[in-house]
């Protein structure tokens, strides 16, 4: 409607919001509501730049619950809803937890290897059975690799 009054000045904004059965008032709110925001919004926009302050000083790590969590210790009043809102609008995400990747892809064609132990991993002298581990322990700076070896 405000594109139609943009686009024809010549027609006047009192004939044609008669001729749509719309109420000046409406068309006025409609208007100044463009140019001014209302409080929620005027909020909204100050509660999303002490986010993405939060957000930021987290080295973009925190999600909406830690940036809830840190607001509400700062003092400033917010619902956990509206920071979920505000953070998806603002288009920030914490970092999830990574998903642990098998590394192991097991050709089913494939001959198992003979266990030479039988599962018993008692040794009848030194130097007789050894056993290893290998295991993956996830870090923010890559994995890092634990071997242990006992002969």
């Known amino acids: 409607m405000t594109a139609l009054v943009d686009e024809h000045p ?6 044609v ?8 008032t409406t068309y006025y709110r409609w208007r100044q509501a463009e140019t001014e925001p209302c409080e929620r919004h005027r909020r909204d926009a100050e509660l999303t730049s ?4 939060v957000h930021d000083e987290s080295g973009g790590i925190y999600g909406s619950p830690r940036v809830h969590a840190v607001l509400k210790r700062e003092g400033t009043r917010v619902g956990r809803k ?11 995400a914490g970092i999830s937890p990574r998903r642990s990747k098998s590394f192991t892809r097991r050709d089913p064609d494939a001959d198992l290897a003979p266990d030479l132990a039988q599962r018993d ?15 993956m322990i996830t870090t923010l700076e890559g994995p ?6 006992s002969p």
């Open 17 to 24: 919001l008669r001729e749509l059965n719309i109420p000046s």
């Open 121 to 135: 991993f008692t040794a009848s002298g030194p130097n007789r059975l050894w056993v290893t581990d290998l295991t």
């Open 50 to 53: 002490k986010i993405r302050q």
């Open 144 to 149: 890092l690799w634990l071997s242990g070896v």
């Open 82 to 92: 509206r920071v979920e809102r505000l953070m998806r609008q603002a288009g920030l």
């Open 10 to 15: 010549h027609l006047g904004v009192e004939p």
